[in-house]
């Protein structure tokens, strides 16, 4: 059955004529919201393993991660291409030298077609992105930028420690490379209402922004939004509630926008709540059933 709406997965299998494996890589960043240029103990809802996968290890080379983890999938799922994939906290956040001797390390593979940087849009710069565009003639390159909101007032409650326009200044200098753009954006944040998140996807409709990875407001062990939770101060979506939000999220996108994902969960071992959220394919299930209901 045809997708209802322009997946990820999709996209890379016409493109590359098979599936299309990514690898999700910490190699050894912080954020600026952690180390106290801009502020402390980072964004409310992310712990200590910054959004790594569960199989990244942010103490072995990326070289060495990489070699680990496509000798599984290879072993596993007989996969044949990868897409190296910066994901742990913010991938730009270091001088140009260190970010070229990082990303260089992917260079000796041959089966990887694609590289993936995820940041936050404060951390990029011109001289940055030069770098990161010097790797297109060898791979489909995306920039991956933390929004979460276009709403100051939540980025501010969420300790984003950046503004919206950060975001636009991010979107302006990289469309000077070429680059495709993919934002991350959560739903479910604090005090936000359905009409704030319908205002956020007109708004990546509004600046064409390539993809789009939808997340849903969780709670992990670790974080501060812990203790806000056990506090009570907190709200969590329900699963149906989850579901129509997506959908009218998607609605409200372009639908030339690649959709890389439709929700998202920590390790089942930090995970706190809602508990719904670790059946992630369920989810995803309610998510592509909805939209064929009689």
């Given amino acids: 059955m045809r997708q209802p709406y322009n997946d990820y997965n999709t996209y890379l299998r016409n493109r590359y004529g098979r599936k299309v494996y990514r690898i999700a890589l910490d190699a050894g960043f912080t954020c600026p919201n952690r180390d ?79 590289i993936s940087i995820g940041t936050r849009p ?10 990161i565009a010097s790797y297109k003639d060898r791979y489909e390159v995306w920039m991956e930028y933390g929004l979460q909101t276009i709403h100051d007032r939540t980025l501010e409650a969420i300790n984003r420690c950046h503004a919206y326009k950060d975001f636009l200044f991010a979107v302006h200098i990289t469309r000077k490379f070429d680059i495709p753009i993919c934002a991350h954006v959560i739903l479910g944040l604090p005090q936000e209402t359905k009409e704030d998140m319908m205002a956020t996807a007109r708004e990546l409709k509004r600046l064409e922004i390539d993809g789009v990875k939808i997340h849903l407001f969780h709670v992990l062990k670790g974080s501060r939004l812990e203790e806000i939770y056990k506090r009570g ?32 969960e920590g390790p089942r071992s930090e995970h706190i709540a809602p508990e719904w959220a670790l059946d992630k394919m369920g989810t995803i299930d309610k998510i592509k059933s909805s939209y064929y209901r009689v």
């Fill in 122 to 131: 404060d951390t990029i710069d011109e001289e940055k992105l030069r770098l």
């Fill in 36 to 114: 106290g240029t801009k502020g402390r103990g980072g964004c409310i809802y992310c712990n200590e393993r910054g959004s790594r996968a569960s199989y990244a290890n942010p103490g072995i080379p990326v070289r060495k991660q990489l070699e680990w983890r496509i000798s599984y999938l290879k072993e596993k799922r007989g996969a044949g291409k990868f897409i190296a994939y910066f994901q742990a906290f913010s991938n730009t956040y270091a001088p140009v030298e260190r970010l070229k001797a990082v990303y260089d390390e992917v260079l000796p593979f041959e089966n990887i077609v694609g």
């Fill in 233 to 264: 101060e907190v709200k969590l979506l329900a699963q149906d509630e989850y579901v129509e939000l997506v959908r009218a999220f998607l609605a409200n996108l372009s639908p030339k926008t690649i959709i890389h994902r439709l929700t998202a």
